[in-house]
């Protein structure tokens, strides 16, 4: 619905609207408020706020996990089903392409299937980033794709390595099978509806006498980007010359760490489980401290901000506000927590600027911390949870350096 041009000038800013202007304005609300604050903002952040200084630590008084029923009885149906697997596609998200790593389900695979390690929602980190995160886990010795599933960027890259990399089990009857491993929320479902629609398309425009998709079903996988919405394991033809099959399973979450709220709190900040485990409020508070710490203060012009702040409960208060709903008496009422939902909503979707949450080593740190595991006895279960001096992000899993 476009602004009302009841207000001189709504028209001509319509294209410059922030998402919250865009709403206000849907909702009948007046703009000043809004497009008053469109104006400058060029410089660095840094030297637009230089008084500003954010918090050095955060709080971590709270320790989300999320695993229920339909994720023990979909890990047993996954064990089941990779003896019959010839490639297993590992999908992450890679605004935290290691803390989003399904390590359980790959760990007891083995060797059985080829894996493959796919960064899906690329678009949502800067190209360095992602790059960078791809030639770690390359190095580390697994192939690894950076995909945007819900474009449809780089899926037809899995079937190129399926068909280039793996000798079928089945190669006559069954052909190559796939399945699609990670955790809730992180596309899944999206990778294969879109090998799917690609495979459909590519058959559009051949010959008839092409059999790419002969017998084929147009049924597609459950994605509505909220978790725990595949429940089973599901089985689909993606094509038919050649031929290939993938499972597709429940998102299955990671048993509970105690000595790593940090690694839960970021999984839940990627919607891997409902907010209300950890609480909007928190999970605002703890982008909100991230984005202050990594200088990426786009927050402060989208949310029409005098500048930015680590009062998480001014900032949703403030939203809050300007999204309040009227009712039949004309007075403005909100939800307590609409503030913080709408300020995650924003980040999820992009529109606050691009981190990743994961520290991605350089060059040199991985040569010291290789140093350090020549240099130093691993850690033991009792003992501390990394390497000495390992940086934030870095910590090692206690079950692997054992």
């Not at 996988?221 to 993938?246: D, I, K």
Request: with cysteine; charged share 25%.
């Amino acid at each position: 619905r476009p602004p009302s041009p009841r207000w001189p000038g709504a028209m001509r800013c319509a294209a410059a609207m922030t998402p919250l202007a865009r709403i206000l304005a849907a909702r009948g609300r007046p703009l000043g408020l809004t497009l008053g604050r469109l104006r400058g903002y060029a410089a660095v952040a840094s030297d637009r706020y230089p008084d500003f200084v954010p918090r050095e630590s955060f709080n971590f008084d709270n320790h989300p996990h999320w695993f229920i029923g339909h994720m023990s009885k979909g890990k047993r149906k996954i064990n089941e089903k990779l003896k019959d697997v010839d490639v297993l596609i590992e999908v992450r998200d890679a605004r935290a392409p290691f803390s989003s790593a399904q390590t359980e389900l790959t760990l007891a695979a083995g060797s059985r299937a080829q894996r493959l390690v796919v960064l899906n929602k690329a678009d949502l980190v800067t190209p360095n980033v992602g790059l960078a995160a791809r030639n770690l886990i390359e190095d580390a010795g697994t192939p690894c794709l950076l995909t945007v599933a819900a474009q449809n960027k780089n899926i037809i890259k899995i079937k190129h390595f399926a068909m280039e990399h793996v000798r079928a089990k089945f190669p006559r009857t069954l052909g190559v099978m796939l399945m699609v491993v990670g955790l809730p929320n992180v596309g899944k479902s999206t990778v294969i509806n879109g090998l799917k629609r690609i495979a459909f398309a590519t058959a559009r425009h051949q010959t008839k006498e092409n059999k790419l998709v002969h017998g084929v079903k147009r049924t597609e996988a459950r994605a509505f980007g909220e978790p725990g919405v595949t429940r089973q394991v599901t089985f689909f033809q993606l094509s038919n010359s050649p031929r290939m099959y993938c499972y597709d399973t429940p998102g299955v979450s990671l048993m509970k760490k105690k000595n790593d709220p940090e690694r839960n709190t970021k999984l839940a900040l990627l919607k891997t489980m409902p907010d209300h485990i950890a609480g909007e409020l928190y999970l605002a508070d703890y982008l909100l401290y991230r984005l202050n710490r990594e200088q990426v203060l786009d927050y402060v012009d989208e949310l029409e901000l005098p500048g930015p702040t680590d009062d998480v409960r001014y900032l949703t208060s403030h939203v809050a506000a300007m999204l309040a709903q009227r009712n039949e008496s004309q007075q403005y009422t909100s939800v307590p927590t609409a503030g913080a939902t709408f300020f995650l909503e924003l980040w999820r979707q992009g529109k606050l600027g691009k981190i990743c949450l994961d520290h991605i080593p350089s060059g040199e740190e991985m040569q010291r911390l290789r140093l350090l595991r020549m240099q130093t006895e691993p850690p033991g279960p009792w003992g501390p949870p990394c390497y000495p001096e390992a940086p934030l992000g870095m910590e090692l899993d206690r079950g692997s350096a054992s």
